[in-house]
Structure formats: structure tokens, C-alpha cells
């Protein structure tokens, strides 16, 4: 028998987050695992008919996320599942990335856990590229050519980013890479005898689906002036020794992850192994990460 409670289950998961006594998150992430069937939610989260419980989960979604740095997943389960409606549990991503479909029975499961938790821990690390304190213009930039590799189940990527620091210690992208994104713009933070440029929400996303930023990330640079292209000429970009390498330094994060698995309209006893089996492996994929 289906008793799904989908609106009760993320809403009682967002109910957490008005705990006393819980630290400050930068980032919080919600994953519903569900085959979107709710039918239960009326009497356990009040009148909450079928037709409204996608729009009632959404509501509270974003109300978190007014009030936090909030983004939401959704996996829907099933043979047939409502994206239309299941993309609505999808906040502050692309519905486009932040939605999978899987059978419960379907081999892919482990995958699509582990595709959601690689999405996740994309946009939940931010760096510091940290070089000596000068005066740059944009006569004469300073030039950062940054070779990130990142992973994607069993593959390995590399990509290569060229940024400027120019005027009013501004930091600018001249050549974009294939598949590493990153806000703009980045304002320069002063520390003392050094500069920190703050890349924040990294994105490493290859065919649609998000891979793992390695880090530390190579960096080398120039301050010769740019060719035709730019910026100088990739054999011009060498190591610091001007004034000390610079480095990668991680921004410590606080960041919550709350799974939501309501599918109980596929519990039979092997698929709701496969389905723990897959949770499982998306929690230790995410407490494996340093």
C-alpha cells in the first residue's frame, strides 16, 4: 500500500533548521528522494490536498532560502514520475542540475545518488587564490592561469582558467576554461601584505553533470604585458618567484545536508535495499570529503 507523506516529510526536515542551539550554516542542502505520490501529507502536516502538495513544499523551501544560503535536490523514483511538479522541490539550482530521475530497480540508483552528491559538493566549495599585496592596473595586470582537474565518477578532467587583476584590485576572467565556473565579480579582499581572491560557488560541470574540484589548484602567472589574444602567451606563465608563489586556501564552510527518502510506494524488500544501499553510499561520499 502507497502512504506517501512528501509535503509532511520536507517540511518536518525543514523544521530542523528552527532548532535552538544550531550552529550557523553558510550552506544548507535538501535531497528528496521520492515517487512524488503523496497522499498522507493531509493528515499529518494539516490540509494539504494532492493538487497543493508540491506547491505548499515549494513555499516552504523558499522561505528557508530568505533566510539562508538554501538549495534544494530532488531524485524522483518511479516509473513514471511528475517532473513538472517534482522540479518544483528544486531551489536555488538550475531545475535542469538539480533534478534526476531513477527506477528503483534501475542499476543507475547508486549513480544518480552519487552524480547529486558530486552537484552538491561542486557548489559547496569556495576558495582563496591568495598572492603578495601590489599595485596592479590595467595597463599592467598581473595575469593567473589556474589548471583545475576535477573528477567525475571515474573520470578525470583538467581545464585552464586565465583571470587579470587589474584596476581598483579587481579580479577578472580573460579566458574561460570548457568547464569551471565561479561568481563575478570578485573583489579583492586586502589581508595585510597579501591579496585574497575569493572563488566562490567553484563549478566543474562536464556533459550537464557536476564533477569534484581537486584541490590545491595549479597556479601560475605573468605580468608581462597581453598578446593579440589578451593575455600573455601560455608559455609566458611561470611560477611566482617575484614576490612568493601564490597559493589556494579553502574557506572553511559550516554547511548541513538533510535527506528526505519518501518512496515507501517501492518498498519491496529488494528495492528498498538498493535504495539504503544508495543513501548509504551518498552519505559517505559526502563524509569522505576533507
Known amino acids: 500500500m502507497d502512504a506517501t507523506a512528501l509535503c509532511y516529510a520536507v517540511s518536518d526536515g525543514i523544521k530542523l533548521f528552527g532548532e ?25 502536516y494539516g490540509d494539504v490536498p494532492q493538487a497543493l502538495v508540491f506547491e505548499r513544499a515549494n513555499e516552504n523551501l523558499v522561505d528557508l532560502g530568505k533566510n539562508t544560503s538554501l538549495i534544494s535536490y530532488a531524485i524522483g523514483l518511479g ?18 542540475e538539480g533534478y534526476r530521475e ?37 595597463e599592467y595586470p598581473k595575469f593567473f592561469r589556474l589548471n583545475v582537474q576535477a573528477k567525475q565518477t571515474t573520470y578525470t578532467y583538467h581545464d585552464i582558467v586565465i583571470g587579470k587583476l587589474g584596476e581598483r584590485n579587481m579580479f577578472s576572467v580573460v579566458k574561460y576554461g570548457d568547464y569551471l565556473t565561479f561568481d563575478e565579480p570578485i573583489q ?16 566543474f560541470t562536464v556533459n550537464g553533470a557536476s564533477a569534484v574540484v581537486d584541490h590545491p589548484i595549479d597556479v601560475l602567472v605573468s605580468l608581462k604585458p597581453a598578446s593579440s589574444l589578451g593575455y ?23 554547511i548541513a545536508v538533510v535527506l528526505v527518502l519518501d518512496c515507501s510506494s517501492s518498498m ?7 535504495m539504503k544501499t544508495a543513501a548509504n553510499d551518498f552519505i559517505k561520499i559526502l563524509a569522505e570529503v576533507k
Do not use: C, W
Open 20 to 44: 535552538p542551539g544550531l550552529p550557523e550554516f553558510d550552506k544548507i542542502y535538501i535531497v528528496s528522494f521520492t515517487d512524488g505520490l503523496d497522499n498522507v501529507s493531509g493528515g499529518l
Open 79 to 96: 516509473n513514471a514520475p511528475r517532473a513538472d511538479d517534482m522540479k518544483r522541490l528544486v531551489v536555488g539550482i538550475d531545475p535542469s
Open 102 to 138: 531513477a527506477k528503483s530497480t534501475d542499476s543507475n540508483l547508486g549513480q544518480v545518488f552519487t552524480d547529486v552528491a558530486n552537484s552538491l559538493l561542486a557548489t559547496a566549495r569556495d576558495v582563496y587564490l591568495v598572492t603578495n599585496n601590489s599595485t596592479y592596473t590595467d
Open 188 to 203: 579583492i579582499i586586502p589581508a595585510g601584505n597579501k591579496m585574497l581572491i575569493p572563488l566562490k560557488n567553484l563549478k
Open 232 to 254: 600573455p602567451l601560455l608559455e609566458d606563465f611561470h611560477s611566482d618567484v617575484e614576490d612568493g608563489p601564490p597559493t589556494i586556501q579553502n574557506i572553511e564552510k559550516k
Open 268 to 274: 519491496t524488500t529488494s528495492t528498498f535495499n538498493l
